[in-house]
């Protein structure tokens, strides 16, 4: 007979175990640069066990992993991933969304940078410096497939935080129809298969990088009403 949930925790430090969790939440970054060191496959194996104990809809674990190490193969997940986010990006260029998501910087010559990595497809390019990329792909029949994959995910995302690894979550090679039946006929991924992501994972390299802005739990958790703050900031009733 298996533990019940309360049996389990009574057996671990539940402060420490959360204290450590939120750590490893806190620390958790899209990490895009990677020094030449090796995944150990003891550090990949408990990555994706994490990954095979995350929840999915009616327990359907619709999700398949490919490990992909070779450099051949890196480099061609490379360059469709240049290429994806390169014309998703410059879609958003010419409709003038993407100058109005950097209004506030004021910099021009830091705001032409970033165009021209955007637009270029740079942004994408650096997966094959990771030396290990896995690619996510789930069942078509499965209804909640991208939710159930999500999941597995994020447990990846911080799974390898948690082995003090860097790993970055891209849609950028499979987000057009065109790129992931490309992918799909490289790596022998069957039709009834739908291809969600790639995960490059490996040694972070230079400065870590430093947490983006969130927003304040006051202003996203709502009471029973939508824009009831749940959480009141100082002075408010």
């Known amino acids: 007979m298996e533990s019940r949930p309360g049996e389990a925790f009574a057996e671990m430090d539940v402060k420490a175990a959360t204290e450590k ?7 958790r970054r899209s990490i895009r640069a990677y020094t030449p060191t090796k995944v150990t496959e003891e550090d990949l194996e408990m990555i994706l066990e994490s990954a095979r104990w995350a929840p999915s809809g009616e327990n359907a674990q619709p999700w398949k992993f490919i490990v992909v190490r070779d450099e051949k ?14 014309r998703r990006f410059t879609g958003e260029f010419l409709s003038k969304q993407m100058q109005k998501r950097f209004e506030t910087l004021q910099d021009e010559e830091k705001r032409r940078a970033a165009f021209t990595k955007l637009t ?14 896995v690619i996510i792909a789930g069942r078509k029949e499965v209804w909640d497939l991208p939710f159930d994959t999500s999941a597995a995910i994020e447990h990846i995302l911080l799974a390898a935080t948690a082995a003090g690894l860097g790993a970055c979550w891209l849609i950028a090679p499979c987000i057009d129809i065109r790129d992931e039946l490309k992918l799909n006929e490289y790596f022998g991924i069957p039709e009834d298969y739908k291809t969600i992501s790639i995960i490059s994972i490996g040694e972070p390299a230079g400065r870590y990088p430093r947490a983006r802005p969130r927003n304040k739990l006051s202003e996203i ?3 029973e009403q939508f824009g009831e703050a749940y959480y009141k900031e100082d002075g408010e009733e």
């Open 221 to 223: 958790v709502y009471s």
């Open 73 to 86: 193969n890196k480099e061609f997940l490379a360059t469709i991933s240049k290429r994806g986010s390169g």
């Open 120 to 133: 270029s497809g740079e942004v994408s390019a650096f997966v094959s410096q990771s030396d290990v990329i």
């Open 21 to 27: 969790f939120m750590e490893i939440v806190d620390l």
